[in-house]
Every structure is written in C-alpha cells, then in structure tokens.
C-alpha cells in the first residue's frame, strides 16, 4: 500500500491532469477544440506566471501569499500612468511594482527574520488596501481598448501572447532549476538551511531574490491582465491566491520546500486551468471552484504528509538529500 501511495505521489501531476482532461472532455463537448484548449491556456497562463515566482520560492522553503494584492496593484498602476506618460512606460512602472513589492518583502523576511506567511499575509493586506486607496475601489479604463484586442489575439489557433510567454518562461526555469549551480542552490537552501550556511551559500540573498523574482512574475501578470481587459481593478487577483498554491502543489512542489519542478508546475497550472474551464462551462459558481481547489490543495498536503511521515518511520532519508548531498560551494 506504502508502495502504491509512493508511486501514486510521484506521478501525481501525470494522474491528476489525466483524470481532469477526461472528465472535462465528458462533461463538455467539443471540449478539445483548439478554440476550447486556447481559452484554457490563456486562462491558466495568468495563474501560470504567478506560479512560476511561486515556485521558486516554494523549493527555498518560503511563501508569498500577496501575489494576488501585487497583481492587482501592478494593474492598476499601469492603467492608471497610461494617460500620462503612455502606455509601454506605464507597463513597465507597472512590471517595477510588482519588483518594488517583491523586494519589500524579502528584505522584510530575511532582515526581520520572521516566518514568511505571516509577513506576505501582512503585506497583502498592505498592498490590496494601497490597490482600494489608490482607485477609491472603483475600477480604471485605460486609453487604448485595441491593444487589448490585440493581446488576446490567438495566434496558431491556441496561443495568445500571455499564454506563450508562459511557457517560454517555464521552459527557461526548468533549464534553470536543473542546468545552473544557482539553481541548485534553491534546493538546497529549501532542503538543508543549516548545511547551506556551513557551505558558505548565500542562503539570505537567494531567499530575498526569489521574492523579487515572484513579484516581479505576480507584476507582470497584473499588467497583463489590465491590458488585455483594459481595465484595472482593486478586486483583481483576489481569489488567485489558492488556485496559485494548488497548481504548485499539484505540480509535486513540498510546501515545506528542497522538492519541486517547473514542468511539475506546468502540469499543476494545466490541471487547475483545465478544471476551471470546465467547471465554467457547466455554469458553476465562482466560489465552488474555489472550494474544489481547496479540497485539492487539502488533499494533496494529507498525502504528502502521511507519504513523508511513513518514509521516516521506515528510515528513508528525504530523496534530495539522499541523492544530492550538499558539500562546500553549493556542488555535489
């Protein structure tokens, strides 16, 4: 049974997908039309590039729970400059702060010292209510509606420019996580901190990076999102947060982090896609979805826990320790 639970954890993302693409194929027709799959990539393309910067900080061990604040604040801000100093530099200030919130709270993290929950679940607060301040939680139009046209053109009957930037960029973390030494690195601070100071990594400036690298992704989508929609709205990204961490985790990433892949992540982001769109399809309300990506998130955190707890009962080490022993400098 141990064997089979291992097994089924292991290839989980590969299950989960299937089981959701067969059961959305059944429940609504023409379900695989290019038309269909395009809309469902766009859709999860925005949870996608959220996710990416999610990851990463996932496999160091930490958390971002303000993502979805930063993505409608970046938003906003872009929408907001476009009359003023045009709409690429207003993208751009847009991108910048989803940066500038990134990197207050890493250095919030590793300077205070505090859990990273707690402090992204204060930010969060922090930038949703600049979000309200900022629009009198009233939602901005921008300048050019063709632009937006534009950006959700379908190019090859399946990609928009959002849903190709995606996976460009999961396919660039992928080679990054496992090609590059400072790739590894984020393993290993997720795995062992203590043995990766004694190594002399620099486990403080990979943890703040990668918050600057989630919110960076987390601005980047808002901004996308407003000029596709051409608008911009406090209450934007407000129920992204758990499908985020539920497309992570479907993807085998361990909360408690030193696991995690990006192509796993690709599978979790085209699960929690998929199961949207279905579910959209058959007229399910919003806040259904988002007690069955609750349910999802709960019971993947169960198996993995009762998988990681029976493996040391029986003595087996965590495998990225076991295979990827951390020696001086990061290499193994």
Same mark, same amino acid.
């Given at each position: 049974?141990? *064997?089979?639970?291992?097994?089924?954890?292991?290839h989980?993302?590969?299950?989960?997908?299937?089981?959701?693409?067969?059961?959305?194929?059944?429940?609504?027709?023409?379900?695989?039309?290019?038309?269909?799959?395009?809309?469902?990539?766009?859709?999860?393309?925005?949870?996608?590039?959220?996710?990416?910067?999610?990851? +990463? =900080?996932?496999?160091?061990?930490?958390?971002?729970?303000?993502?979805?604040?930063?993505?409608?604040?970046?938003?906003?801000?872009?929408?907001?400059?476009?009359?003023?100093?045009?709409?690429?530099?207003?993208?751009?200030?847009?991108?910048?702060?989803?940066?500038?919130?990134?990197?207050?709270?890493?250095? @919030?993290?590793?300077?205070?010292?505090?859990?990273?929950?707690?402090?992204?679940?204060?930010?969060?607060?922090?930038?949703?209510?600049?979000?309200?301040?900022?629009?009198?939680?009233?939602?901005?139009?921008? $300048?050019?509606?063709?632009?937006?046209l534009? @950006?959700?053109?379908?190019?090859?009957?399946?990609?928009?420019i959002? /849903?190709? @930037? %995606?996976?460009?960029?999961?396919?660039?973390?992928? =080679?990054?996580? $496992?090609? $590059?030494i400072?790739?590894?690195?984020?393993?290993?601070?997720?795995?062992?901190?203590?043995?990766?100071?004694?190594?002399?990594?620099? /486990?403080?400036?990979?943890?703040?990076?990668?918050?600057?690298?989630?919110?960076?992704?987390?601005? @980047?989508?808002?901004?996308l999102?407003?000029?596709? $929609?051409?608008?911009?709205?406090?209450? %934007?990204?407000?129920?992204?947060?758990?499908?985020?961490?539920?497309?992570?985790?479907?993807?085998?990433?361990?909360?408690?982090?030193?696991?995690?892949s990006?192509?796993?992540?690709?599978?979790? +982001?085209l699960?929690?896609? /998929?199961?949207?769109?279905?579910?959209?399809? !058959? /007229?399910?309300?919003?806040?259904?979805? !988002?007690?069955?990506?609750?349910?999802?998130?709960?019971?993947?955190?169960?198996?993995?826990?009762?998988?990681?707890?029976?493996? *040391?009962?029986?003595?087996?080490?965590?495998?990225?320790?076991?295979?990827?022993?951390?020696?001086?400098?990061?290499?193994?």
């Amino acid at each position: 049974m141990m *064997r089979l639970l291992t097994l089924a954890s292991r290839h989980r993302v590969v299950i989960i997908l299937g089981l959701t693409l067969i059961i959305s194929a059944l429940v609504v027709p023409g379900y695989f039309s290019a038309s269909t799959l395009g809309l469902g990539l766009d859709r999860a393309a925005t949870i996608g590039l959220i996710a990416i910067g999610l990851t +990463v =900080l996932l496999i160091s061990g930490q958390i971002d729970l303000s993502g979805g604040a930063v993505f409608a604040l970046a938003g906003i801000v872009s929408v907001i400059l476009q009359r003023e100093i045009g709409i690429l530099p207003a993208a751009i200030a847009g991108i910048l702060v989803g940066t500038l919130a990134g990197a207050i709270n890493g250095a @919030l993290v590793v300077g205070l010292k505090v859990n990273s929950l707690v402090l992204t679940l204060a930010t969060m607060l922090i930038f949703r209510s600049l979000a309200h301040w900022i629009t009198n939680s009233q939602p901005v139009t921008g $300048t050019d509606i063709m632009l937006s046209l534009a @950006l959700a053109k379908i190019y090859l009957e399946v990609f928009t420019i959002r /849903s190709a @930037l %995606f996976i460009i960029l999961i396919v660039l973390l992928h =080679l990054w996580l $496992t090609r $590059t030494i400072p790739g590894r690195n984020v393993f290993a601070v997720g795995s062992n901190p203590a043995a990766v100071k004694e190594s002399g990594i620099a /486990s403080d400036r990979i943890v703040c990076l990668g918050f600057v690298f989630a919110g960076t992704l987390a601005g @980047l989508a808002g901004v996308l999102q407003s000029l596709v $929609t051409n608008t911009g709205s406090p209450v %934007f990204g407000s129920e992204l947060t758990v499908a985020v961490i539920a497309a992570v985790v479907v993807g085998g990433t361990r909360l408690e982090g030193g696991r995690g892949s990006a192509l796993g992540t690709l599978g979790g +982001v085209l699960t929690i896609g /998929s199961l949207t769109i279905a579910m959209e399809f !058959q /007229s399910v309300p919003a806040y259904v979805q !988002q007690v069955v990506s609750g349910l999802i998130l709960i019971l993947l955190v169960v198996l993995d826990r009762a998988i990681t707890t029976k493996g *040391r009962a029986t003595g087996t080490r965590p495998a990225l320790i076991r295979d990827n022993p951390i020696t001086q400098g990061g290499k193994t």
